[in-house]
């Protein structure tokens, strides 16, 4: 069983930076894709930004320039730098890994999740 622990969320101030951290363990054969998901009160949950086993990234437009997604895949650790943070990222922010397994002679997907961690941006 594949097991994903976010860190670093936490209350900053407007213009601050956080950086957020999620740390896979278990067996993993290969990673398909790795993203950043996040859930305000309210809200539907939507994609922050993805990063593909190619190394392309996806960005979603209200943090374009500002967030930046990456990973260590010595580690099985995925990052999500957050500058210029602004209240309207307030939210619950969630990992996912698609893992792809092999299992009865073909390829398959898998999507994890992290439990959730808060960020909250105010004055």
């Known amino acids: 069983q594949v097991q994903l622990v976010e860190s670093g969320g936490g209350l900053v101030q407007p213009g601050g930076s956080l950086r957020l951290s999620c740390a896979a363990s278990?067996?993993?054969?290969?990673?398909?894709?790795m993203a950043w998901y996040r859930q305000a009160p309210g809200k539907q949950r939507e994609s922050v930004a993805t990063?593909?086993?190619?190394?392309?990234?996806i960005y979603e437009d209200s943090v374009k320039g500002r967030f930046t997604i990456s990973r260590d895949n010595a580690k099985n650790t995925l990052y999500l730098q957050m500058n210029n943070l602004k209240p309207e990222d307030t939210a619950v922010y969630y990992c996912n890994f698609n893992l792809k397994n092999w299992r009865s002679g073909r390829y398959y997907y898998t999507d994890y999740w992290g439990q959730g961690t808060q960020v909250t941006v105010s004055s």
């Open positions: 278990g067996r993993i054969f290969s990673i398909n894709a």
């Open positions: 990063i593909t086993s190619a190394g392309s990234t």
